[in-house]
């Protein structure tokens, strides 16, 4: 696969410690392998405003805080925390489809996708963003497409960044380069 399908690997989208996309690999391996199907399904139910679940904490505690996924505290931190509940819920609904390497554009092509949600999702932001998540995602593991979940998970931890505008568009060029061809 050439290289501008790949996320681009920086410090600003990437925890302190260790690649961002092995952080969501060994999430992605967690969810996939490691949890109980309990666990899995208390993930997929989880709501940014109500991160009450153990199995939500239990990989805070093994995966984000080690790699120091969640910096911060108070305000910063809380919204980290919101923002990987939209994360790990998202994975928890998409089990077993994450492969690295494949555009998350690519994968709303694949999972057939209408422009209008797409477009919804690249404009969305804060709650807006966590319901457009929501609903992709959901439509991305009906579909059975496989996906990158790094590159999910950029779109989330980028909204209000620097960076955002630039994730974004390589979502946005992907999904047009697979939705035409």
Known sequence: MPATDAAPESDATEPRSGSFR??????AHDIDEIL???DVAELRRMRPDDPGSAAFWKLVAARLEPREALVGDGQLRERLERQWVVILAAMAML??????GVPLGRALADAGVAEQRVLRLLRAHDDA?????????HQIATSGARL??????????????????????????????????
Do not use: F, I, K, W
């Open 22 to 27: 092995s952080l969501v690999g060994a999430l």
């Open 95 to 100: 089990q077993g489809l994450h492969r690295p």
């Open 36 to 38: 109980p199907s309990g």
């Open 148 to 181: 990158d979940a790094s590159e999910l998970a950029l779109l989330v931890l980028s909204d209000g960044r620097s960076d955002e505008e630039t994730v974004r568009r390589r979502v946005a060029r992907h999904y047009y380069r697979h939705a035409t061809t």
């Open 129 to 137: 963003l966590e319901d457009a998540v929501r609903v992709t995602t």
